[in-house]
Protein backbone atom coordinates (compact mmCIF):
# COMPACT_ATOMS: atom_id res chain seq x y z
CA UNK A 1 0.00 0.00 0.00
CA UNK A 2 1.71 3.01 -1.39
CA UNK A 3 0.71 5.98 0.95
CA UNK A 4 2.93 8.78 -1.10
CA UNK A 5 2.99 8.37 -4.81
CA UNK A 6 5.36 10.39 -7.15
CA UNK A 7 3.25 8.91 -10.48
CA UNK A 8 5.85 10.36 -13.31
CA UNK A 9 9.22 8.18 -12.82
CA UNK A 10 11.01 11.22 -14.80
CA UNK A 11 11.43 14.78 -16.26
CA UNK A 12 12.88 16.66 -18.91
CA UNK A 13 12.99 20.77 -19.11
CA UNK A 14 14.94 23.50 -20.77
CA UNK A 15 17.05 25.37 -18.62
CA UNK A 16 15.45 28.68 -17.08
CA UNK A 17 11.80 27.39 -17.93
CA UNK A 18 9.58 25.96 -15.06
CA UNK A 19 9.90 22.60 -13.20
CA UNK A 20 6.42 21.12 -12.31
CA UNK A 21 6.69 17.89 -9.73
CA UNK A 22 3.79 16.36 -8.36
CA UNK A 23 3.24 14.03 -5.58
CA UNK A 24 -0.52 12.04 -4.22
CA UNK A 25 -0.33 10.72 -0.58
CA UNK A 26 -3.74 8.83 0.76
CA UNK A 27 -3.47 8.91 4.31
CA UNK A 28 -5.50 11.84 5.94
CA UNK A 29 -3.18 11.82 9.09
CA UNK A 30 -0.07 13.41 7.01
CA UNK A 31 0.67 16.81 8.36
CA UNK A 32 3.64 17.08 6.89
CA UNK A 33 5.28 17.55 3.77
CA UNK A 34 8.33 17.46 2.32
CA UNK A 35 10.85 17.33 -1.02
CA UNK A 36 14.21 16.30 -0.66
CA UNK A 37 17.24 16.23 -3.68
CA UNK A 38 18.94 13.20 -4.16
CA UNK A 39 22.48 12.87 -6.22
CA UNK A 40 23.40 9.50 -6.70
CA UNK A 41 26.25 8.47 -4.08
CA UNK A 42 25.02 10.67 -1.72
CA UNK A 43 22.21 11.12 0.89
CA UNK A 44 18.87 13.45 0.29
CA UNK A 45 18.88 16.38 0.60
CA UNK A 46 16.08 18.52 2.09
CA UNK A 47 14.91 20.92 -0.06
CA UNK A 48 11.51 22.91 1.18
CA UNK A 49 8.44 21.89 3.53
CA UNK A 50 5.24 22.48 4.01
CA UNK A 51 2.34 21.90 7.22
CA UNK A 52 -0.91 20.93 6.66
CA UNK A 53 -1.81 24.84 8.06
CA UNK A 54 -0.31 25.85 4.82
CA UNK A 55 -1.53 25.67 1.43
CA UNK A 56 2.01 27.37 -0.02
CA UNK A 57 5.49 27.50 0.98
CA UNK A 58 8.41 29.24 -0.55
CA UNK A 59 11.85 29.15 -0.71
CA UNK A 60 13.91 31.11 -2.81
CA UNK A 61 13.35 29.22 -6.19
CA UNK A 62 11.33 26.55 -4.82
CA UNK A 63 7.94 26.56 -4.21
CA UNK A 64 5.61 23.78 -2.72
CA UNK A 65 1.65 23.84 -3.37
CA UNK A 66 -0.38 22.00 -1.15
CA UNK A 67 -4.00 21.10 -1.89
CA UNK A 68 -5.59 18.86 1.45
CA UNK A 69 -8.89 18.37 -0.32
CA UNK A 70 -6.96 16.96 -3.32
CA UNK A 71 -4.10 15.47 -1.06
CA UNK A 72 -1.91 16.57 -3.36
CA UNK A 73 1.27 18.73 -3.40
CA UNK A 74 3.76 19.75 -6.15
CA UNK A 75 7.25 21.55 -6.11
CA UNK A 76 7.71 24.06 -8.68
CA UNK A 77 11.17 25.10 -9.62
CA UNK A 78 11.76 28.44 -11.21
CA UNK A 79 13.60 28.65 -12.77
CA UNK A 80 15.05 25.46 -13.77
CA UNK A 81 19.25 25.53 -13.67
CA UNK A 82 21.35 22.23 -14.74
CA UNK A 83 22.37 21.46 -11.77
CA UNK A 84 18.87 20.90 -10.55
CA UNK A 85 19.49 17.63 -11.88
CA UNK A 86 18.44 15.14 -9.55
CA UNK A 87 16.16 12.75 -8.66
CA UNK A 88 13.36 14.26 -6.17
CA UNK A 89 11.63 12.58 -3.43
CA UNK A 90 7.99 13.41 -1.90
CA UNK A 91 7.96 12.65 1.51
CA UNK A 92 4.98 13.01 4.26
CA UNK A 93 5.15 12.14 8.08
CA UNK A 94 1.87 12.12 10.36
CA UNK A 95 4.07 14.00 13.36
CA UNK A 96 2.88 11.80 16.57
CA UNK A 97 2.91 11.70 19.97
CA UNK A 98 5.88 12.71 21.77
CA UNK A 99 8.02 14.24 18.87
CA UNK A 100 8.19 10.98 16.95
CA UNK A 101 8.40 11.29 13.01
CA UNK A 102 8.38 8.77 10.65
CA UNK A 103 8.78 9.85 6.72
CA UNK A 104 7.02 8.03 4.47
CA UNK A 105 8.59 8.57 0.73
CA UNK A 106 7.57 8.01 -2.66
CA UNK A 107 9.82 6.63 -5.22
CA UNK A 108 11.10 9.73 -6.58
CA UNK A 109 11.26 11.12 -9.69
CA UNK A 110 14.40 11.92 -11.74
CA UNK A 111 15.07 15.41 -13.07
CA UNK A 112 16.98 16.55 -15.91
CA UNK A 113 17.05 19.97 -16.87
CA UNK A 114 19.24 20.92 -19.89
CA UNK A 115 21.30 23.83 -20.97
CA UNK B 1 28.59 22.86 11.61
CA UNK B 2 29.58 18.82 10.39
CA UNK B 3 26.63 16.99 8.88
CA UNK B 4 25.70 13.32 9.65
CA UNK B 5 28.27 10.81 9.22
CA UNK B 6 28.36 7.39 8.43
CA UNK B 7 30.51 4.36 8.56
CA UNK B 8 31.60 1.99 6.62
CA UNK B 9 30.44 3.85 3.15
CA UNK B 10 30.70 0.47 1.53
CA UNK B 11 30.76 -3.25 3.05
CA UNK B 12 30.31 -6.69 1.58
CA UNK B 13 29.02 -9.66 3.11
CA UNK B 14 28.07 -13.08 2.65
CA UNK B 15 24.62 -14.30 3.96
CA UNK B 16 24.26 -15.35 7.73
CA UNK B 17 26.46 -12.71 8.35
CA UNK B 18 25.68 -9.65 10.72
CA UNK B 19 26.56 -6.38 10.42
CA UNK B 20 26.97 -3.37 11.97
CA UNK B 21 26.72 0.46 10.79
CA UNK B 22 27.42 3.57 12.27
CA UNK B 23 25.86 6.85 12.26
CA UNK B 24 26.59 10.12 14.12
CA UNK B 25 24.11 12.93 13.98
CA UNK B 26 24.54 16.58 13.70
CA UNK B 27 26.07 17.79 16.87
CA UNK B 28 23.29 19.21 18.96
CA UNK B 29 20.75 16.58 17.27
CA UNK B 30 19.25 14.11 19.98
CA UNK B 31 16.64 12.03 17.12
CA UNK B 32 18.02 9.71 14.77
CA UNK B 33 16.44 7.63 12.12
CA UNK B 34 17.34 5.01 9.84
CA UNK B 35 16.11 4.12 6.40
CA UNK B 36 16.15 1.53 3.90
CA UNK B 37 16.63 2.34 0.00
CA UNK B 38 16.13 -0.04 -2.12
CA UNK B 39 15.46 0.03 -6.27
CA UNK B 40 12.25 -2.23 -5.99
CA UNK B 41 10.80 -0.51 -2.03
CA UNK B 42 11.96 2.81 -2.17
CA UNK B 43 13.11 4.83 1.00
CA UNK B 44 11.57 2.74 4.04
CA UNK B 45 11.84 3.76 7.64
CA UNK B 46 13.11 1.28 10.07
CA UNK B 47 13.29 3.32 13.36
CA UNK B 48 14.15 6.16 14.86
CA UNK B 49 15.94 6.66 18.26
CA UNK B 50 15.47 9.46 20.56
CA UNK B 51 17.47 9.81 23.71
CA UNK B 52 18.90 6.45 23.59
CA UNK B 53 15.47 4.85 23.24
CA UNK B 54 13.51 3.81 20.08
CA UNK B 55 10.38 5.82 20.03
CA UNK B 56 8.88 4.37 16.31
CA UNK B 57 9.83 1.27 14.42
CA UNK B 58 8.86 0.84 10.43
CA UNK B 59 7.68 -2.89 9.21
CA UNK B 60 11.14 -4.73 9.40
CA UNK B 61 11.34 -8.57 11.03
CA UNK B 62 13.52 -8.25 13.76
CA UNK B 63 16.55 -9.30 12.53
CA UNK B 64 16.81 -5.67 12.39
CA UNK B 65 17.92 -3.57 15.62
CA UNK B 66 19.66 -0.56 16.83
CA UNK B 67 20.68 1.47 19.69
CA UNK B 68 21.70 4.89 20.97
CA UNK B 69 24.66 5.98 22.94
CA UNK B 70 24.35 8.54 25.18
CA UNK B 71 26.34 11.02 22.94
CA UNK B 72 23.28 10.20 20.34
CA UNK B 73 25.58 8.38 18.30
CA UNK B 74 23.47 5.74 16.79
CA UNK B 75 24.30 1.73 15.62
CA UNK B 76 22.26 -0.60 13.30
CA UNK B 77 22.39 -3.99 13.20
CA UNK B 78 21.13 -6.48 11.19
CA UNK B 79 21.36 -10.27 11.90
CA UNK B 80 21.36 -13.45 9.70
CA UNK B 81 22.19 -11.61 6.45
CA UNK B 82 19.77 -12.06 3.31
CA UNK B 83 20.60 -11.16 -0.13
CA UNK B 84 17.25 -8.95 0.47
CA UNK B 85 19.23 -6.98 2.62
CA UNK B 86 21.46 -5.39 0.16
CA UNK B 87 20.58 -1.40 0.17
CA UNK B 88 21.59 1.56 0.68
CA UNK B 89 21.21 2.48 4.50
CA UNK B 90 20.79 5.98 5.42
CA UNK B 91 20.71 7.64 8.40
CA UNK B 92 19.24 10.92 9.12
CA UNK B 93 19.29 13.21 12.45
CA UNK B 94 16.67 16.06 13.65
CA UNK B 95 16.88 18.54 16.11
CA UNK B 96 13.37 19.00 17.85
CA UNK B 97 11.00 19.66 15.00
CA UNK B 98 13.15 20.55 12.41
CA UNK B 99 13.24 18.76 9.21
CA UNK B 100 15.55 15.38 9.03
CA UNK B 101 19.24 16.19 7.58
CA UNK B 102 20.93 12.59 5.65
CA UNK B 103 23.70 11.46 5.62
CA UNK B 104 25.69 9.64 2.65
CA UNK B 105 24.69 6.01 3.29
CA UNK B 106 26.34 3.01 3.86
CA UNK B 107 25.97 0.81 0.82
CA UNK B 108 25.80 -3.20 1.78
CA UNK B 109 25.93 -5.89 -0.47
CA UNK B 110 25.02 -9.25 0.79
CA UNK B 111 26.56 -12.26 -1.90
Known amino acids: DQQVKQNSPSLSVQEGRISILNCDYTNSMFDYFLWYKKYPAEGPTFLIS?????DKNEDGRFTVFLNKSAKHLSLHIVPSQPGDSAVYFC??????????????FGKGMKLTVNP | KAGVTQTPRYLIKTRGQQVTLSCSPI?????VSWYQQTPGQGLQFLFEYFSETQRNKGNFPGRFSGRQFSNSRSEMNVSTLELGDSALYLC??????????FGPGTRLTVT
Open chain 1, 50 to 54: ISSIK
Open chain 2, 27 to 31: SGHRS
Open chain 1, 91 to 104: AASARGQGGSEKLV
Open chain 2, 92 to 101: ASRYEWDEQY
